[in-house]
């Protein structure tokens, strides 16, 4: 995976949460949304759809769309606000 764009530097004592990014797997902590457990993990969370372009989120808040990501049965969440679960399989559509 590439660099993560969130280093933890607090709470680390929250029980680990495994989950896939692209099929690899990653370690999340409980309580973490699936956009801190994708950027502590990946530079980025997506590509744009139109540009294709890096993106990481935007409003942090649920309010602008940005972050979309899909998981492996087709579903998309919204990364700020949907909790990690383990076994979680999601799908960035970043080439790595």
Known sequence: MSRAQLIRVAETHRAPV??????ESATALEGD????????????L???EFS??????FCMM???QDCWIVTADGE????????IRAGMQLLSGVRR
Do not use: I, K, Y
């Open 33 to 44: 949304t699936v956009l801190t457990a994708v950027l502590a993990c990946s530079g980025q």
């Open 18 to 23: 495994r989950f896939s990014l692209d099929g």
């Open 76 to 83: 998309r969440l919204r990364a700020c606000s949907t909790p």
């Open 46 to 48: 997506r590509r744009n």
């Open 62 to 64: 649920g309010a602008c």
């Open 52 to 57: 294709d372009q890096p993106r990481a989120g």
